[in-house]
């Protein structure tokens, strides 16, 4: 006997909506693709993730993402003409935090706001082979957790009066690096097992409890996505 309950109201958006807006903003903003007849949809894209961080009350990473952003960009504006060497590198890492940061935010936004159980029901829905699945439910919680590793190392190492300055930099990001990477291997192995443990190697339909479906902010998103495909390639052919 299979049992249902109503998906967690946490979650906004179904994770295939989640799946095809991340690849839209990797088309549009990291690719660039449409470049100046897509101008509007691209900012839309742009700061549509921190609006979904702003719903999810993610105030103070909301904020500092657009901060980081609006600085990046007309400090990159800035830099037009007559450039040093030095300009030109900083020139070209400013227009890459600006390709990258809006996909970067989604991406965390999808981390942090899909289980990894309504994930794999998702994929389910989409026969989605486990070959693919399986890695990708890893690393769902994968990062989150190396955040939390991180964060005790780093408590550890304050509490030994290792702090970066002073002349301790280099044994700052020895003492915090090694554990970490040390933690990652680890930290890999365990999870790897736990999604064997919970039986997603044998390669069989299993129930889910999970009861996915589109909503009314699913279909916002997806007819947002399909607008901005569909006039790219009207742009290839007749702009």
Sequence with gaps: MEYRIDRDAHSLLDPRTKLLLLFTSSVFVVGNAGE????????????????????????????????????????????????????????????????????AILARYIVKTTKVSEFLAAMNRMHVTDKLTIPVSV????????????????????????????????EAVEYRMVPLIASCSIIGEELSAAAMTRGLDVGKK?????????????????????????????????I
């Excluded at 897509?38 to 901060?67: D, T």
């Design 36 to 103: 100046k007849w897509m101008f509007v949809f691209y900012w839309i894209l742009v700061f549509l993730p921190v609006l979904l961080l702003f719903i999810e009350k993610e105030w103070k990473a909301g904020i500092i993402s657009i901060a980081i952003y609006i600085a990046s960009f007309y400090a990159q504006k800035s830099l037009q003409h007559d450039l040093t060497v030095f300009e030109s590198a900083l020139a070209l890492m400013l227009y890459i935090i600006t390709k990258i940061l809006p996909t």
């Design 139 to 170: 690393i769902f919680r994968f990062f989150p957790t190396v955040m939390e590793e991180s964060k005790s190392i780093n408590d550890a190492m304050r509490m030994r009066g290792v702090e970066m300055g002073a002349g301790k930099a280099a």
């Design 206 to 238: 299993r129930s889910c409890i999970w009861n996915i479906s589109f909503g009314f902010p699913d279909v916002i998103i997806i007819t947002l996505c399909l607008i901005c495909f569909i006039w790219w390639i009207v742009g290839r052919f007749y």
